[in-house]
């Protein structure tokens, strides 16, 4: 039995070694792939929330600021609950964010009390070193 565990021991070792560490929070900046849209998530006040940071479509422009989601809670390991506003329809869904890994995150929307979902999975932006992960700050006039 002692020497079954000597044997453990060091193979434990190698496992937790060998297993890359993982972000537990989806903060940054990800493109959704259907409209080439770009989202910034945030925390605000412990919360999950998201803004619209870029469009590709000119007449989407407007949209650009928009908070789609404002504050969704976490309910499990990488997953957080909150009401997620679609842009397209105009409507709010509730909507559900998982973070598939360190680069993409899976937002769904669902209607008829959560029995119908539809989502897509998203990608994370890397050539912006300057996205936040705090809520942004809000300009003060003079």
């Known amino acids: 039995m002692l020497s079954l565990a000597r044997l453990m021991i060091p193979a434990l070792a190698v496992l937790t070694v060998a297993v890359p560490a993982f972000a537990a929070d989806p903060y940054g900046t990800f493109k959704r792939p259907s409209t080439g849209t770009e989202v910034e998530f945030y925390d605000c006040g412990g919360k999950l929330c998201a803004k ?9 422009q407007s949209t650009v600021g928009t908070v789609i989601m404002g504050g969704a809670e976490q309910d499990a390991a990488q997953v957080w609950k909150g009401d997620l506003l679609n842009t397209e329809d105009g409507k709010t869904y509730s909507g559900i964010v998982t973070l598939v890994d360190d680069s993409h995150v899976k937002l769904e929307g669902c209607g008829l009390w959560g029995m119908i979902c539809k989502g897509e999975t998203w990608e994370k932006v890397t050539t912006d070193a300057t996205a936040s992960t705090t809520a942004p700050a809000t300009e003060t006039q003079q």
Not at 53 to 58: E, P, S
């Open 52 to 60: 619209i940071v870029k469009v590709t479509d000119a007449a989407k």
